[in-house]
């Protein structure tokens, strides 16, 4: 009886030093979450009367307007990736481009994509379907895989960098 009474006292120590240290992590946590709280953004009312103070000659506040970007999360797989090619140089001069999609995309999906990735409006979208082609190398035959283009049309002075990296 002796050895289990000790078992006993100590997970009876345990215990209590659990319950302890419970609301230590608690409140730990509580502290993290208001020290990495997101900024929140003015309101109307507070940028009125931020302009109001300005007129009568108080201290000036500058507020900068931040443009959120878009979730790019799914853009990315809908955009495989630019195709840089002879035609698509020639097309870039007219404020085309050409990019490799997803073959479940459509057009509606693309433009979206476009606007979040590159921060442009796209201002219409041509897509072709390229059928897989018969391919043999020597006795083996097969198809190569089939693709779906888009020709993404920017209006005039808007452009997209995707010859930085060739």
Not at 109 to 127: D, F, H, L, R, S
């Amino acid at each position: 009886m002796g050895f289990l009474n000790k078992i006993l006292k100590k997970s009876a120590k345990s215990s209590k030093q659990a319950e302890r240290t419970k609301p230590d992590l608690k409140k730990q946590r509580k502290e993290e979450k208001k020290a990495v709280s997101p900024k929140e953004e003015p309101t109307i009312a507070e940028l009125k009367d931020q302009e109001t103070e300005a007129e009568k000659g108080e201290q000036k506040k500058v507020v900068k307007k931040v443009e959120k970007k878009d979730d790019t999360k799914d853009a990315y797989r809908i955009l495989s990736r630019p195709m840089i090619t002879e035609k698509g140089t020639y097309l870039a001069g007219q404020n085309k481009y050409i990019f490799e999609v997803a073959t479940n995309a459509n057009k509606i999906e693309i433009k979206k994509a476009i606007k979040a990735v590159y921060g442009v409006e796209p201002i219409a979208i041509n897509i072709i379907n390229l059928p897989g082609k018969r391919v043999q190398y020597r006795r083996i035959r097969g198809r190569t895989k089939r693709r779906k283009k888009a020709i993404v049309t920017l209006p005039e002075g808007q452009t997209i960098e995707v010859y930085e990296g060739v």
